[in-house]
T-cell receptor
């Protein structure tokens, strides 16, 4: 049973465009929502994270939007660059366990 | 900050051998470390959670006698894959966390190939 549902599975965006990845969850015990970026052959790296009492968090070109009532959150990558091409995972924390979404393979075309 | 080092990064060995993977937190004390397995084009699957000085807690379906985890100090955890077989070939990734619901920091993974 997938506790965190992520879409789309893959995404192609033109350089300079906006990349949007969506996630939804059911477990209301989740209290922390990080996003990870993973390049091939590497471990995931923490990109940005948000707590459920905040509706939006922005760090540089990366923004998380959080809708607690809908139990949805999304990652927006502004001015997407070829170097952003990677796999992105949304996640949620329950206690100390991290539950990952299925991942989105992002390709930014130059 | 929050660097996790994993060694080796890639190992190839014969079926039936045992392989040890080390996970070190270099600049923080990880009270809890996690071990994940990731198959190609899939998400990370949690294998076990280990707290320093105590026995690891394994996820359902993960054989504790096959995947031995030791967390002897606040900066080192090891995963030993015993009597490895080709189906154990995967990307193994560890992470560490200081406490509570803080973000996990991941190592760069170990590519394990069993021939």
């Amino acid at each position: 049973q997938q506790q965190v549902k992520q879409s789309p599975q893959s995404l192609i965006v033109q350089k300079g465009g906006i990349s949007i990845i969506n996630c939804a969850y059911e477990n209301t015990a989740f209290d922390y929502f990080p996003w990870y970026q993973q390049f091939p052959g590497k471990g995931p790296a923490l990109l940005i994270a948000i707590r459920p009492d905040v509706s939006e968090k922005k760090e540089g070109r990366f923004t998380i939007s959080f809708n607690k009532s809908a139990k949805q959150f999304s990652l927006h990558i502004m001015d997407s660059q070829p170097g952003d091409s990677a796999t992105y995972f949304c996640a949620a924390i329950d206690g100390n366990k991290l539950v990952f979404g299925a991942g989105t393979i992002l390709r930014v075309k130059s | 900050g929050a660097v996790v080092s994993q060694h080796p990064s890639w190992v190839i060995c014969k079926s039936g051998t045992s392989v040890k993977i080390e996970c070190r937190s270099l600049d923080f004390q990880a009270t809890t470390m996690f071990w994940y397995r990731q198959f190609p084009k899939q998400s990370l699957m949690l294998m076990a959670t280990s707290n320093e000085g105590s026995k690891a807690t394994y996820e359902q379906g993960v054989e504790k006698d096959k995947f031995l985890i030791n967390h002897a100090s606040l900066t080192l955890s090891t995963l030993t894959v015993t009597s490895a077989h080709p189906e154990d070939s995967s990307f193994y990734i560890c992470s560490g966390v200081v406490s509570g619901n803080q973000p996990q920091h991941f190592g760069d993974g170990t590519r394990l190939s069993i021939l």
